[in-house]
């Protein structure tokens, strides 16, 4: 919504941004300085390769990945999702009283209904037991 | 604060159909592999619990939840055909799952979340919500679409559909983006005041978010010129699905159309029914011309729901008016037919095969004299020839037309009705007049699906001849969104 | 019972269809009996008619229910002199024909028989209806059962035939729906009633268009020519029911809706149109009757004489004087029962010798003289032969046509070349009676046909007999259909085409009685 030119009282309550940003940055800056003083520096190959979760990171991009990563990755996004609904939930929850608490609950339900398709399905194995039989 | 009163009654007959739909999940889930739940009749229940609620939801006079979700006549009105709708197909699926291999639980998990976001596309009065039942919907659909996995078309159905209807959200989310800007609501109420005294700027938003708006249902209605996917996804989908989205979809989407033009944009009316006039135009043309070319019934019925978007179409260019009850009535019309010509086919489905081709019913009247006789009555429907709904429905179409003063869009309807005799007569020609092909390669009619098919024939015989009931209800229903 | 009469009429047959529906596949013989049953209880029925009939003007027998009241669309059924004799040739004519196919049909006979009555219901319907929603759902479902009985039952191009009859009767009367909407907007009554619109007077120019969509949909139906390519199709590939039905019933509707709809809802449109719809009809007469004249296919020749036919009819409406008019109802009478009668005679043809060319037969009064005599009756009655019916007609006609008519000051030259088609009626019909039954016995296939049986007789004896009786006791008729048409000659353009045609024509009524 249209809000008015900036003014002092403004400026100030989002110093704690400031604040925040600067904290931030020197927090990564002293510990790459930090780390890179102390740490012993052996390279290898495999070392300055880009780290891309045990895949090999170069070479076509056309391969076959594992179809699992992405059933895990869907997994992961929905209970990433789950919490990024949550945070918002868990702020107001004072004001919005018992009813948001039941909202909560079946919401938290749903999901839990979902693990447990995917669980029983199998799907929170890395290799399923039926191909372990095979 | 004291916590906002929420009356949460309006949204049980779609919170029992997601209930039953996550039931019908886990019990999926905890039956051995290889084995399916009983997905169905866990499905009819809860189906026609929603029916029940939906009922005492009318007798209580509707409600509101929230200002977002209403229960008005109007959507008390498509509730009553979705969830009709639903039951149809789920009475359909038992033996064409088990004919295709295709049976497993989450199919009704996700016909059943289909169904929700239908409920909530006809019920939502605000676009935010508006647009995530409509992703509801989709997205189920989409699943549902591929659930032939090892049929390459059903892949393609899928992939088309989810990429068009990725696309055309893209539109429907831009349009409901300027539409916010323009009068700074997503309520269709507030939006539609803001129209009603609006300055130069935010004239030219609206009507650019009504036109991207306009694109947007034109996708899911499947009018021409965005139409391409439907032959694709009607052909490779399950057959139960492609009824479930001729019947289901193509009146939950007209629903929410006449909602937010009616409701949001009756102020812009002079700048969209124009538009809304030649999409009618060239889809009927497009849709029947389309329509002759096929030798796929699957097509060829695809094709005829475009078609027959388009007589849609040229109704609710006399909304809001008496278009919005003639597209209300049609769609019941439209909704039985579909459901039993997709569902005829359904029904002969054996080892995976299902008739689609015209050599494939030869003959059909001497071997399935009742299925045959069913599906006769709904072409004939489909033409609008008496004694039908169809004729019935067109009847008020037009009739919607010609009195807003589009005599053109009229003419152009019949005549195109004429050249959709000759593709629906091909059917009745191959059915009766020719002899069959070989040996009877299709299977009995199986019981529920019998019940199924009856009751649409059933439905489309009784609205030619008594439509006065569904008539004063769509009336009824039209007002309510005013 | 006098106000229920009519609702019987058109839904007995439906529930005849119904009940022999319901009958097991293999009970040929009681799905025969019941249709026969069923059709000749509704003629029976239908004789109540002539006898509480009340030789005034205005619509008899009426009931009015809502239908769809919010639409002003209601359940308006009615008789007048105009649609009482059509009502009775329909109910006359379908036990006839069912009859004359009783031992054609073999194959699927509980089908052929459900679609007959649901024929008759439809085709009963079209001529009681008063209102335009009412009158359209049973002009286009009666489509329905026609289209099965030829694409079904007919010979051997009778898919082509069927789907050409559907798509071109259907392209007709959908600009005729558009029109109706059209009207119902314009006239501003909120209502379908044909009574209460025929009151009501349209902007002239609209009046061209609507005349227009709805002259379409009835020339199409007449067949007028150049709208009558249909017909030899139709009628050539059709089972003898059908045919006899096609010819003796339904071509009469297109004439009926001129008379009905057209002409009183359009009076100045009409006015404008009469003279052309005058010309094409004269055109039909000539060259229905020349065509006829070289055709080698009895069917055919017969389907083509219709066109002839009918454009006497067509001649006598444009004409628009109470004599003209009175002349091309009694005419459709009189071509239902001589060209229905023609039908069935060249369905017992074919059913014995299995070919329809006339070169096939030679010599044929020798071998079956009572089918051969019966035959030239029949024969005489259609070239409108004195003492026969249709003279009455034809002489009407072209009587009434003649001097101060609607098409102006055409109407001596189209009389005169309309006399023409008289004479070549003669002379194609005669050739073919000459060509079948006279000289020698030329294929030895002829020479042991059986002659008529009981049934074949039982068929045809009703249908001469009042080919006689209409042609000596005509002012029965007339004096009945009179009334009505001088009142809806008066209505339509007062008082200057009135003419009156017999001793006994009754005084027309005032304007909107």
Known sequence: MPSAAPSASYLTSHSAILAFLLVVVGFVAVNLVLWKIIRPSRFSEEKLTTYECGENPTGSAWIQFNIRFYVFALLFIIFDVEAVFLLPWAVVFREIGPLAFLEGLVFIAILAIALAYVWRKGDLEWVRTEDRQV | ?482 | MRGALLTVLVFAPVAGALLIALLPRGAVRAQKMLGLGVTSVVFLLSLLLVRDFRTEPGMQFEVMRPWLPSVGISYHVGVDGISMWLVMLTTFLTPIALLGSWSSITDRVREFNVFMLLLEAGMVGVFVSLDLFLFYIFWEAMLIPMYFLIGIWGHERRIYAAVKFFLYTMAGSVLMLVAFLVLYRAAGLNTFDIVALTRARVDPALQMWLFAAFALAFAIKVPMWPFHTWLPDAHVEAPTAGSVILAGVLLKMGGYGFLRLAFPLFPEAAARFAPWIGLLAVIGIVYGALVSLVQPDLKKLVAYSSVSHLGFVMLGIASFTTTAVTGAIYQMLNHGISTGALFLMVGMLYDRRHTRQIAAFGGLKAVMPWFAAVFLMVTLSSIAVPGFNGFVGEFLILLGSFGRTLTGGWSTALVCVAVSGVILAAAYMLWMVQRVFYGEVTDPHNASLPDLDLREGVVLVPLVVLALVMGVLSPYFTSRIEPAVASLVVNVHGRQFVQPVAADAGAPSERGR
């Open chain 2, 1 to 482: 604060m004291t916590p906002p009163v929420v009356d949460v009654l309006p949204a049980i007959p779609a919170l029992i159909l997601a209930v039953t739909g996550l039931a019908v999940l886990l019990a999926q889930a905890f039956t051995p592999r290889g084995q399916a739940a009983p997905g169905a009749p866990f499905s009819l229940a809860g189906l026609l619990a929603a029916l029940v609620a939906v009922y005492l939801l009318a007798a209580r006079g509707g409600g509101d939840l929230g200002g977002t979700y209403v229960v008005d006549a109007f959507s008390l009105y498509f509730h009553a055909l979705i969830i009709g709708v639903g039951l149809v197909v789920v009475l359909l699926s038992p033996s064409y799952l088990r004919a295709t291999g295709i049976d497993r639980g989450e199919y009704y998990t996700l016909v059943l979340f289909s169904l929700v976001g239908m409920l909530g596309l006809v019920s939502c009065r605000e676009l935010v919500s508006l647009f995530v039942s409509l992703e509801v919907m989709s997205v189920a659909l989409y699943a549902l679409a591929g659930l032939h996995r090892a049929r390459p078309e059903s892949q393609e159905a899928a992939l088309k559909y989810f990429i068009t209807g990725a696309f055309s959200s893209g539109f429907l989310l831009y349009g409901i983006a300027l539409l916010y800007g323009a009068s700074g609501s997503t309520s269709l109420v507030a939006v539609g005041a803001a129209l009603r005294t609006p300055g130069p700027a935010t004239a030219a938003l609206a009507t650019m978010g009504t036109g991207l708006l306009l694109v947007g249902f034109g996708f899911k209605v499947a009018s021409v010129p965005f139409h391409m996917w439907a032959p694709d996804v009607y052909e490779g989908a399950p057959t139960t699905i492609t009824a479930l989205m001729s019947a289901g979809v193509k009146a939950a989407a007209f629903g929410a159309l006449l909602r937010v033009f009616g409701q949001a944009l009756p102020a812009l009316a002079a700048s969209w029914q124009p538009a809304v006039a030649a999409l009618a135009v060239v889809t009927m043309v497009v849709g029947n011309l389309g329509a002759l070319a096929q030798s796929n019934l699957k097509r060829m019925l695809a094709y005829s729901s475009v078609a027959h978007a388009g007589y849609l179409l040229a109704a609710v260019v006399a909304a809001p008016g008496i278009g919005v009850e003639a597209v209300l009535f049609y769609l019941v019309a439209y909704a039985a037919v579909n459901l039993g010509g997709f569902g005829a086919l359904a029904a002969l489905a054996r080892q995976g095969r299902e008739p689609l081709s015209l050599d494939d019913v030869a003959g059909l009247a001497s071997r399935r004299p009742a299925l045959a006789a069913a599906l006769a009555v709904y072409l004939i429907s489909l033409t609008g020839v008496p004694v039908s709904a169809g004729f019935v429905g067109k009847f008020f179409l037009f009739r919607a037309a010609v009195n807003a003063g589009w005599t053109s869009l009229a003419v152009i309807g019949v005549l195109m009705s004429v050249v959709s005799a000759y593709y629906y007569l091909r059917v009745v020609v191959a059915m009766y007049m020719r002899e069959p092909l070989g040996e009877d390669a299709w299977a009995p009619v199986p019981p529920s699906a019998g019940l199924a098919l009856g009751l649409s024939a059933a439905v489309v015989l009784a609205l030619g001849v008594h439509p006065e009931p569904v008539l004063t209800w769509a009336r009824l229903a039209a007002r309510s969104l005013l």
